[in-house]
């Protein structure tokens, strides 16, 4: 028995090339995203080029804390001038406070304390959010949207037992992997006041590289109940380093 072979007319093929671009987000991403090895060079690269590209800068902060369910009324704010470079790490000008004195000396003061901790030279190295500090996996379903950015989202695991390093996870923009949003799952406590904490961090872009913008702390403890911190960036003035 003879076999037929039907073979479409050019026009019928020309037709379905032309649906191409119709087909659901998701069926296009799947076939153009790049893997999970190249995603995860991207976010090297992103870390690197803003540690070469950034010599210094200066950003005002503004720490809220929030005590027992009311986010409205902080129990005590802080405002800081922070400096840092490359050479030296950071450093904290309180420009105003106001609210609790043993909030301030409890939580604020030790969050700034280990903030400038953990940036010195020869430290803030082993805190990177790069590959080579972090197990980094690409984590299922197609680019979401995060902060007006399309993204990809991947699972941080510390390669190794230290007190700069978190579990959690990052978006990164799908155009150069730079980092848009950072989410860590239950920590350390900051202070006597706080039990384990969850911290979300937000980040845009100032001067062609990614700096935080926002960031939120949440953690309850037994004794004191829930504390949440809340800082917001603004102002801020970049050192770019000079390209050889």
């Known amino acids: 028995m003879k076999v037929m072979r039907i073979v479409p007319h050019k026009s019928v093929l020309l037709s379905l090339l032309c649906l191409l671009p119709m087909l659901p987000a ?5 076939a153009q995203q790049p893997g999970e090895a190249s995603i995860v060079q991207g976010v090297d690269a992103a870390v690197k080029a803003r540690l070469d590209g950034i010599a210094g800068y200066t950003v005002t902060e503004h720490y809220s804390v929030f005590r027992n369910n009311d ?14 470079r490359r050479e030296t790490g950071k450093e904290y000008k309180i420009l105003s406070e106001s609210g609790s004195e043993i909030i301030r000396r409890f939580v604020l003061d030790s969050i700034l304390e280990n903030e400038k901790r953990i940036n010195q030279p020869g430290v803030r190295e082993g805190a990177w959010l790069t590959s080579a500090n972090y197990g980094m996996k690409l984590m299922p379903g197609d680019p979401q949207r995060i902060d007006g950015h399309d993204c990809y989202a991947l699972s941080l695991n510390p390669r190794q037992k230290a007190p700069n390093l978190i ?3 990052i978006q990164v923009d799908v155009k150069d992997e730079s980092i848009v949003r950072l989410e860590e799952t239950a920590s350390k406590s900051i202070s006597v006041f706080t039990g384990p904490t969850q911290l979300m961090r937000q980040y845009e872009k100032v001067d062609g590289f990614a700096q935080a913008t926002h960031a939120r702390a949440e953690s309850v403890s037994t004794l004191f109940g829930k504390t949440v911190v809340t800082i917001d960036y603004r102002d801020y003035e970049t050192q ?3 390209t050889p």
Do not use: D, F, I, N
């Open 26 to 30: 998701s069926a296009r991403s799947q």
């Open 71 to 84: 986010e409205t009324h902080p129990a005590a704010e802080m405002t800081v001038k922070t400096t840092y």
């Open 167 to 169: 579990v959690g996870t």
């Open 240 to 242: 770019l380093r000079a």
